[in-house]
């Protein structure tokens, strides 16, 4: 092409650096969704074993997604339909967040584990691992009286 004739220019390697840029991004883009996946479906499975355990009817809501929500505060005690509060911004997805740490604590104490362990996501940092830690114990380790 006519950029070879510039002087000082390398088309091959900024080409080379180019694409392997671009492969690494695929390759990243690829493991986050993965990792996405796998975070999803243990989420699903969790909600959906701790509702069976809890004789929900529609355990299989935990699948969906605003569903598990709606799906998690009833099984705390609350109203499904304060997950509309999720079309307001902000306010109303503060308002959610905070229903469903009660709704959780709720039934962690239902399982006889302890209600904090719902305060996880406030962490920072940690908090989405320990919480995936705590609903793994609260959805297939039965706690003995």
């Known amino acids: 092409m006519f950029l070879e004739f510039l002087p000082g220019l390398d088309v091959t390697n900024d080409v080379l650096a180019g694409s392997a840029l671009g492969v690494l991004i ?6 986050g ?14 909600w959906q074993t701790i509702a069976r355990k809890q004789k929900y009817k529609h355990p299989w809501l935990a699948w969906i997604p605003f569903a598990n929500f709606a799906m998690i505060l009833s099984l705390g005690g609350f109203h499904w339909a304060w997950i509309f509060l999720l079309i307001i911004p902000v306010i109303g997805w503060l308002a959610v967040f905070i229903l469903m740490i009660i709704a959780i604590w709720r039934i962690f104490e239902k399982r006889k584990y302890p209600g904090w362990f719902s305060l996880a996501p406030i962490i ?8 995936l830690i705590s ?4 959805a297939w380790k039965d706690k003995k009286k």
Request: charged residues 5%; aromatic residues 12%; positive net charge.
């Open 135 to 138: 609903i793994g114990f609260v």
């Open 124 to 131: 920072p940092k940690v908090g989405g691992i320990l919480y």
């Open 33 to 46: 969704i993965i990792v996405a996946l796998a975070i999803y479906i243990y989420h699903a499975l969790a």
């Open 26 to 31: 695929g390759a990243l883009l690829v493991v």
